[in-house]
């Protein structure tokens, strides 16, 4: 919370309350019989109306106790812009090559990029689609970082590195390329389908982008167009045909031409027949269309299955290969605005603060209400 | 016997070693502690007097009649006996508590235990003492046991007891009937009068007057509280006179530098109203213990005896 926030504006509202409080007692006509009377000047009268404030030491007191807890409950920080001056932390790719990140062992500021920031003598993270994307990382290290650190990234300069948004950081990034770690492409297998659905079937349309999701959600990069029947062009990706109308020639008729699924009764073309769990039996009608396609199995292990290798193994429809870029491409902007530098918490000497002010304010109010009290 | 709450048997302790001797010679009861005017045969040696038949030959110097020179007499101070009065202020405003942080602790209380303490500091002494209140109500009343003076423990006992059932009166009494209240003080003593001096200059002047009239040795003790002293009320205040019911509004900022004025004003009048007469004045806070505030006034009161020569 900031003291820009509703809460905190209340918080220094009820400074007044104090305030409010002594400039209250001040109007008030306290009773007192005494013996001294006749000692008593009567002018000038009486102030009822002027604004002094009595016993001001408690009231500066009160208000300093609600100011600390106003900042207490704001979570008030301190930073230190100056904080890391001359210190480069190394932050490195878990994709890198193995022998680079051997370079790099004896950096004891040199950190995997990945989330935690493990040392680089820890193990690797894991890379792939599920992992967080290096500027993901580099964002999160840039929000723990402290101001003046210097970063150096590590790590392949291919477009598979960077997420799908460049991140905004608080400080330049000098990027230093190194190669891929075999087996760790880090590629993802892009599933490109087709839809072709007329209206009488747009329910079924709807329960096939359902499937489409449970694929995204389970780590798989589908591509998913929409066509229409009316106006079929040139499938050339695995395509889901509900439709009425016949398959059009040159679609699925052959072991190169695009995969058609669909759940119509036409035998001649092919077609991929699922069981009641989703698995794929072989090529043929499928039975139960309504279905959701398991995905499971899309993702037999060890080996693939027969889907898998239907939609994903084919040298049309694999991914392109990663295309190197150049590293400052990769650099994120700088924006020292953009991410606040680390704070550290002042709870712990507020809650000490906010214990002794209301120690004394407790004595100091007791000392004061007993000589009020008087008779 | 009944004792005041306040005079505790520690208060009583500490002023064990306490004594109260007039400050000029007495002419009173032989076989006392005070100086007397009278002299007589004695150790302490003061002047001759020719031998004249009758004389105790002890007292005769025997060195003077062995050199052959004329008998005489060697004559010493003669100590005397004296009464102790002690006058008590009851009127209301002795009802104000000392403190706030004693508001069961009355400037009554304060007085009472002082009067106790000196009235058994006389009775240590061999002197006569009694006490008599003083307010508008009682002045002209008749006497009780305890303002008729005495000596004895029995009547010490008759007098700390009526001490304990002293209530503060209404209002401080007008100067006539004052001066028919102190006629009753013996002519010669020593007279220890306890009061706020809460009043009329010409009030006060009068009862200084009274009191120092004759060959009294008078200490006047003004007891104030704390309160009074600092003037230690805050803000807008409605003060209520605990005697007339006179009310008065003021603030406690603005009304402070005058009433510390006419306070001190007011003290400084009293004081040469006592001084003047030969009497001693001192203020204290009624919060203190009775030997507290009898100690400092009583040495000093001693050095007051020794520069006139009587230690």
């Known amino acids: ?375 | 016997m009944t004792r005041p709450r306040e005079w505790t048997a520690d208060a009583r302790a500490r002023a064990r070693d306490l004594h109260w001797l007039a400050r000029r010679a007495v002419r009173g009861d032989p076989f006392g502690r005070h100086p007397g005017r009278d002299v007589g045969p004695g150790i302490e040696f003061s002047q001759y007097r020719p031998y004249e038949p009758g004389d105790d030959a002890r007292w005769l110097d025997w060195q003077r009649l062995a050199r052959g020179q004329d008998p005489l007499i060697r004559l010493a101070p003669r100590e005397a006996r004296v009464t102790v009065s002690v006058v008590l202020d009851t009127s209301g405003s002795m009802a104000e508590p000392a403190s706030v942080a004693t508001p069961d602790w009355t400037r009554m209380d304060c007085a009472r235990a002082l009067a106790a303490t000196v009235l058994a500091i006389a009775r240590r002494q061999g002197d006569a003492f009694h006490w008599l209140r003083l307010d508008a109500v009682t002045a002209g009343a008749a006497l009780s046991g305890h303002a008729t003076p005495g000596h004895s423990d029995a009547h010490l006992a008759t007098c700390v007891a009526a001490l304990s059932d002293l209530v503060p009166a209404r209002e401080w009494p007008p100067v006539h009937t004052l001066r028919d209240a102190l006629q009753r003080l013996p002519k010669a003593g020593l007279v220890l009068m306890i009061s706020d001096f809460i009043a009329d200059s010409p009030a006060t002047d009068a009862l200084a007057g009274v009191l120092s009239a004759g060959r009294r040795d008078v200490i006047a003790l003004q007891i104030l509280t704390r309160d009074e002293v600092d003037f230690g009320y805050r803000g807008n205040v409605e003060f209520v006179d605990r005697e007339t019911g006179e009310r008065r509004r003021a603030h406690s900022d603005a009304a402070r530098a005058a009433y510390l004025e006419n306070l001190a004003r007011a003290r400084r009048q009293l004081r040469r109203a006592f001084l003047r007469r030969g009497a001693a004045f001192e203020s204290v806070l009624a919060e203190q213990s009775p030997d507290d505030i009898l100690r400092p006034v009583l040495h000093a009161y001693q050095r007051a005896r020794a520069a006139r020569g009587l230690e």
């Open chain 1, 1 to 375: 919370m900031t003291l820009g926030w509703p809460q905190a504006l209340l918080g220094l509202l009820a400074l007044a309350l104090p305030l409010w409080i002594h400039l209250r007692r001040q109007r008030q006509i306290a009773q007192h019989v005494v013996s001294i009377t006749r000692y008593v000047d009567t002018s000038p009268p009486p102030r009822r109306w002027q604004y002094i404030i009595e016993h001001p030491g408690l009231m500066v007191l009160r208000m300093a106790l609600i100011a600390a807890v106003t900042l207490w409950l704001a979570d008030l920080r301190l930073t230190d812009p100056k904080g890391g001056a001359g210190t480069t932390w190394t932050l490195v790719s878990p994709r890198t090559h193995a022998g680079r990140v051997a370079q790099l062992a004896n950096d004891d500021r040199a950190f995997w990029l990945a989330p935690g920031r493990p040392r680089l003598s820890e193990t690797r993270p894991a890379s792939g689609p599920d992992a967080i994307t290096t500027w993901d990382a580099l964002w999160a290290a840039d929000r723990a970082a402290p101001a003046a650190v210097q970063f150096v990234v590590v790590g392949p300069a291919t477009v598979a590195e960077i997420g799908e948004c460049r991140p905004v950081l608080s400080r330049p990034v000098r990027w230093i390329d190194a190669p891929v770690e075999p087996g760790n492409t880090g590629a993802t297998p892009a599933l490109r389908l087709a839809l072709v659905a007329d209206a009488a079937r747009d329910r079924d349309a709807r329960r096939v982008l359902a499937v489409v999701d449970a694929w995204r959600d389970a780590g798989l990069n589908v591509a998913l167009t929409r066509e229409t029947p009316d106006a079929t062009p040139t499938i050339d990706r695995p395509t889901i045909w509900l439709s009425q109308q016949p398959v059009p020639a040159g679609i699925g008729t052959s072991d190169d031409a695009p995969v058609v699924i669909t759940d119509t009764a036409d035998e001649s073309a092919p077609v991929f027949r699922l069981d009641r769990n989703g698995q794929v039996l072989a090529r043929g009608r499928i039975a139960e269309g309504r279905r959701v396609l398991g995905v499971a199995g899309l993702r037999d292990d060890p080996a693939p299955g027969p889907l898998f290798e239907l939609l994903f193994e084919r040298e049309a429809w694999r991914p392109p290969p990663e295309a190197p870029i150049e590293p400052a491409f990769l650099a994120p902007a700088v924006d020292k605005t953009a991410a606040p530098p680390p704070t550290r918490s002042l709870a712990a000497p507020l809650v000490w603060l906010i214990l002794l002010l209301a120690a004394a304010e407790r004595a100091l109010a007791s000392a004061t209400l007993t000589v009020r009290s008087a008779p």
